[in-house]
T-cell receptor
Framework: GESVGLHLPTLSVQEGDNSIINCAYS??????FIWYKQESGKGPQFIID?????DKRQGQRVTVLLNKTVKHLSLQIAATQPGDSAVYFC?????????????FGKGTTLSVSS | DAGVTQSPTHLIKTRGQQVTLRCSPI?????VSWYQQVLGQGPQFIFQ???????GRGNFPDRFSARQFPNYSSELNVNALLLGDSALYLC??????????????FGNGTRLTVT
């Protein structure tokens, strides 16, 4: 079936490094994508989103890149900090009506060592 | 500002019992969604409500039901609990559905354990 998936289940980086978390999606009809961060014992926290008519969007220390040709999404975190350690999920939204749902991937666990 | 609040935070039930989980959305948000997150997996969509009407349902059995009240809070009910229902149940609210102008904001969930 169609789903959003992530390339790597875990990623370990040193404090100060840049992190890149990847995600592949299979539904070319998806028009909106979101990255969430989930810390242990908490719910997913919204990080950044991007519409399908965009290639890149920047936030504070984070950048999301969308490549529709190969159906690939990535989250770049600049100057990674220990507080960035968490599970990161990409999610796709199909359509923009009130009744649509987010489809989540399995997540990438980011570990930041100081 | 208060975020999405869920109660209870933890719950232990036995097989065959029924459970009700509660959610209060962010003030001003009219849409509430429910997701189930099994350990090690991403959240899976169960229901979405907007303006007190069901607007979407995921691939879950009829044992799962929900409703939204006039104040936009919501309840998720699960009947005849199975061991496989053990999971983190997440509630998310948004202004209206799930759109670029209305991203989902999640609560910290209710951890349900079925024994």
């Amino acid at each position: 079936g169609e789903s959003v998936g992530l390339h790597l289940p875990t990623l370990s980086v040193q404090e100060g490094d840049n992190s890149i978390i990847n995600c592949a999606y299979s539904n070319s009809a998806s028009d909106y994508f979101i990255w969430y961060k989930q810390e242990s014992g908490k719910g997913p926290q919204f990080i950044i989103d991007i519409r399908s008519n965009m290639d890149k969007r920047q936030g504070q220390r984070v950048t999301v890149l969308l490549n529709k040709t190969v159906k690939h999404l990535s989250l770049q975190i600049a100057a990674t900090q220990p507080g960035d350690s968490a599970v990161y999920f990409c999610a796709e939204n199909r359509g923009n009506q009130a009744g649509t749902a987010l489809i989540f991937g399995k997540g990438t666990t980011l570990s930041v060592s100081s | 500002d208060a975020g999405v609040t869920q109660s209870p935070t933890h719950l232990i039930k036995t097989r065959g019992q029924q459970v009700t989980l509660r959610c209060s959305p962010i003030s001003g948000h009219k849409s509430v969604s429910w997701y189930q997150q099994v350990l090690g997996q991403g959240p899976q969509f169960i229901f979405q409500y907007y303006e007190k009407e069901e607007r979407g349902r995921g691939n879950f059995p009829d044992r799962f039901s929900a409703r939204q009240f006039p104040n936009y809070s919501s309840e998720l009910n699960v009947n005849a609990l199975l061991l496989g229902d053990s999971a983190l149940y997440l509630c998310a609210s948004s202004l209206e559905g799930t759109t670029p102008n209305s991203p989902l904001h999640f609560g910290n969930g209710t951890r349900l354990t079925v024994t």
